[in-house]
């Protein structure tokens, strides 16, 4: 099990999460952070610290965003936009610093959907 980001992470990406968070499991894209799920040891300190409550456990991620939870794990499993092999498992979030790649979900999104997902 794990925790994951969400839509209304994106195009805000608060950090306060990062700052909690640790093990240093929360990555930076260009327009989201994420959660990578081999490293999050299920804490829970990132949650209540998220000023836009993007962060969820994964059985309790809102039915809207399912697609999240897959999209979390594919930032680390797939090739991102500019890079040749997936992240993997780095080890920790500092040590890579912010890529200006997205998962295809999140880049295919329009700008602040996290407003649009505030009117569902």
């Not at 099990?1 to 894209?29: F, H, N, S, W």
């Not at 989201?32 to 300190?45: F, K, Q, R, T, W």
């Not at 309790?60 to 498992?89: K, V, Y």
């Amino acid at each position: 099990m794990t925790y994951v980001i969400a839509l209304p992470c994106v195009d805000v990406k608060d950090r306060a999460c990062v700052d909690e968070c640790p093990v240093d499991c929360i990555y930076e894209g260009g327009r989201s952070l994420y959660i990578h799920p081999d490293e999050c040891v299920d804490c829970g300190a990132c949650e209540p610290v998220c000023p836009v409550e993007a962060i969820f456990y994964e059985d309790d991620l809102p039915d809207r965003w399912a697609a999240h939870l897959e999209d979390n794990a594919a930032f680390f499993t797939t090739a991102l936009p500019g890079r040749a092999a997936p992240l993997g498992s780095p080890g920790g979030a500092a040590k890579l610093g912010p890529l200006a790649a997205d998962t295809v979900l999140v880049s295919g999104l329009s700008e602040h959907p996290a407003e649009a997902a505030a009117d569902e």
